[in-house]
């Protein structure tokens, strides 16, 4: 057996139960057990536990960064080296790069984008931490936006609207617009509605169905949801004269997937490894 799951006498301290030096026997499943000394066999002991692995940095983790090649990156950086003309002073709008100043559209923000370890994660499947980052996370409000100034660690990048649609707080009968909640109303003898909804973290590509999109009234039937995987966006398209409360999103995501980590670690619960020495 090359590798397979241990657990402590309790299932919530298992980490901590574990100790080296202890002998396990085969538990549930064929799993390895602490052996209980006031109650198991000695002829019940398969192994001893050599080492316990909680707190060591992922196998391969600094191998894969010190030999990483991102061409996006790579491109990037040539490109910055032709200093860009600081534009005409004042409020003409000839200054860097679109009329925008060089202090609102520097170069940093887009550098360190593309170092964002969610992007450069690993091989597939195998270093990139996947199984272990899979994560359901229900109830995602499209008001929940993402703003590290405000320190807001929001599920969703942005919204985007199509058509005439107003999000907003419907109290008793009365709409009233603002950016700050979650009711989407759609304005009467409209044509092509919808809202593009931009989450931070990758949608999970091996889910059958990823993304369910609710509100108080019920679910958005699955025909009216599109997900664009390329871009990581949920696309609701939006009925004319609808009224949604409190529009939500279920979503199966991969949430900060650790580049390097090893298969026998990338699991829901693994918290590191423990080494046992088998006796038969």
């Known amino acids: 057996m090359k590798f397979g799951a241990a657990y402590g ?17 085969v538990g549930k499943d064929g799993n390895y057990v602490k052996l209980d000394t006031d ?14 692995e ?16 991102i061409p996006e990156l790579e491109a990037f950086l040539k490109a910055q080296g032709t200093a860009p003309s600081p534009g005409a002073n004042g409020t003409d709008a000839g200054a860097y790069p679109y009329g925008a100043p060089y202090t609102t559209r520097g170069w940093k923000s887009d550098f360190e984008k593309l170092l964002n370890p969610t992007i450069n994660k690993g091989i597939p499947f195998l270093t990139d931490g996947y199984f272990r980052a899979k994560t359901v996370v229900t109830g995602i409000s499209i008001a929940d936006i993402f703003d590290a100034t405000t320190n807001n660690d929001g599920h969703i990048e942005s919204v985007r609207i199509a058509g005439d649609v107003k999000l907003g707080t419907d109290t008793a009968g009365t709409f009233a617009e603002n950016k700050t909640d979650n009711d989407v109303k759609v304005a009467a003898d409209s044509r092509n509605n919808a809202l ?24 958005v039937a699955a025909k009216d949801v599109h ?4 871009q990581n966006v949920v696309v609701v398209y939006l009925e004319e004269g609808v009224l949604l ?9 991969v949430v900060d997937p650790v580049a390097g980590i090893p298969t026998e670690w990338d699991y829901k619960g693994s918290v590191g490894a423990v080494r046992i020495l088998l006796q038969r």
Do not use: C, W
Request: charged content about 25%; cysteine-free.
């Open 196 to 219: 593009f909804i931009k989450l931070r973290h990758p949608i999970d590509k091996g889910e059958a169905t990823p993304i369910v999109v609710k509100h108080d009234g019920g679910q």
């Open 54 to 69: 909680t707190e060591l940095p992922p196998a391969g983790f600094l191998q894969y960064y010190l030999e990483m090649e």
């Open 245 to 253: 409360k409190n529009l939500v999103i279920d979503a199966k995501l």
């Open 227 to 230: 997900v664009d995987y390329s």
């Open 39 to 52: 109650n198991d066999s000695p002829f019940e002991i398969v192994g001893q536990v050599l080492a316990k």
């Open 9 to 25: 006498t309790d299932a919530g301290t298992a980490a901590k139960n574990l100790q080296p030096g202890d002998f396990v026997k």
